[in-house]
């Protein structure tokens, strides 16, 4: 036998109402500023990096990834640079979702969250499509800057990543 009882309220009950309170004051501040396409893009001697991420409001997220190589060679006693060669696996469109969050994580997981998960659109020979599983510490947004911590490309010396609102091609 089951027995089913409920309380007389219709109100949700949640685990932890001060996350819940601060995720929906999070996402109430940021996510009409988050929603729309962003960039980054960082060349330097031995890797080249672009990417554009569009963050829709149903919490949908596109992007495409252009990320590439090369190695510092001696051939013949003199250095020289190979030619660019894309990172395996990590090239392509991808989709996926996004969400704001705040969370009571301690140490670096704490605070407010900017969660990203997504997938490569084509089938690759590799054994992993993923393009997301990101749990960055977002740091902050406002109409032209998208700014987190945690990412795998890191663009400024506090070790954060700054995205610029534009839907820019890559310069290579």
């Known amino acids: ?38 960039y980054i893009e960082t060349v330097k001697d031995k890797g080249r990096f672009y990417e554009r991420l569009t963050f829709n ?5 596109k992007g495409v990834r ?20 894309d990172v395996d696996g990590q090239n392509g469109t991808f989709t996926g979702t996004w969400k704001l969050e705040w969370s009571r994580d301690a140490g670096t997981l704490g605070g407010n ?15 992993a499509s993923v393009a997301y599983g990101l749990n960055a510490r977002f740091i902050n947004a406002d109409e032209t800057t998208l700014c987190i911590a945690g990412s795998y490309v890191i663009h400024d010396e506090d070790g954060s990543t700054v995205f610029t609102r534009s839907d820019a091609e890559p310069s290579f």
């Open 1 to 38: 036998a089951v027995s089913l009882a409920s309380c007389g309220s219709s109100d949700p009950q949640w685990a932890d109402p001060e996350a819940h309170e601060k995720t929906e004051l999070l996402r109430k501040q940021y996510t009409p500023l988050i929603v729309g396409t962003w």
């Open 57 to 61: 409001g149903d919490g949908t997220l």
């Open 66 to 85: 252009k990320w590439q190589d090369r190695e510092l060679v001696t051939i013949d006693g003199k250095q020289q640079y190979t030619d660019w060669q």
């Open 113 to 127: 969250r900017l969660i990203l998960t997504a997938s490569f659109d084509k089938e690759y020979d590799w054994p």
